[in-house]
T-cell receptor, first 115, second 110 residues
Framework: NAGVMQNPRHLVRRRGQEARLRCSPM?????VYWYRQLPEEGLKFMVY????????ESGMPKERFSAEFPKEGPSILRIQQVVRGDSAAYFC?????????????FGSGTRLTVV | SQQGEEDPQALSIQEGENATMNCSYK?????LQWYRQNSGRGLVHLIL?????REKHSGRLRVTLDTSKKSSSLLITASRAADTASYFC??????????FGPGTRLSVLP
């Protein structure tokens, strides 16, 4: 496992479609974080998950957005009925334990374009 | 200012010069981190400094932390064109998650 793997790298969706973004954390990492980055801006926290649990979703929009990190398989960030304002880069990061003691390892991101 | 805000927003220097970026924050922290992001890429972790540390070095990077002023600085010495990137500080003031500032865009001119 070379690091945090995100796919796809680029995703184009029409307004109203669903977008599914996948993140496989580094081997041995059980904590996953999703961030969104608008052009020329910093990263905004969305959600923090551990296996089968959502720990903190305070940064998630109340509607259309959901996230999961199942016992088996990657973490999924799902955006239903996408709108143009959802166009952004979505980054996943992982850490071996609670991240306040460790740095994050980031994936390369998924760039979502809504047309 | 928001938690974890970098200054300046943009910085242009000549190759070989030193680059200094600052980060200010509002509430008490346990740790502060600096990350680099090349255009169109993910973030790369540079340094984590704990609240009981005052200075850390990694190669050409030097990070200081002044908890009394709630500020940190990142110094890149003998800059190279490859250092051109955006640099972000991140603080853990909101618990288990790191909050990122808007970043400093560094351009190193050959």
């Amino acid at each position: 496992n070379a690091g945090v793997m995100q796919n796809p790298r680029h995703l184009v969706r029409r307004r109203g479609q669903e977008a599914r973004l996948r993140c496989s954390p580094m081997k041995g990492h059980s904590h996953v974080y999703w961030y969104r980055q608008l052009p020329e801006e910093g990263l905004k926290f969305m959600v923090y998950l551990q296996k089968e649990n959502i720990i903190d979703e305070s940064g998630m929009p109340k509607e259309r957005f959901s996230a999961e990190f199942p016992k088996e398989g990657p973490s999924i960030l799902r955006i239903q009925q996408v709108v143009r304002g959802d166009s952004a880069a979505y980054f996943c990061a992982s850490s071996p334990e609670v991240s306040v003691f460790y740095g994050y390892t980031f994936g390369s991101g998924t760039r979502l374009t809504v047309v | 200012s928001q938690q974890g805000e970098e200054d300046p927003q943009a910085l242009s220097i000549q190759e070989g010069e030193n680059a200094t970026m600052n980060c200010s924050y509002k509430t008490s922290i346990n740790n502060l981190q600096w990350y680099r992001q090349n255009s169109g890429r993910g973030l790369v972790h540079l340094i984590l400094i704990r609240s009981n540390e005052r200075e850390k070095h990694s190669g050409r990077l030097r990070v200081t932390l002044d908890t009394s002023k709630k500020s940190s600085s990142l110094l890149i010495t003998a800059s190279r064109a490859a250092d051109t990137a955006s640099y972000f500080c991140a603080t853990d003031a909101e618990g288990q998650n790191f909050v990122f500032g808007p970043g400093t865009r560094l351009s190193v001119l050959p």
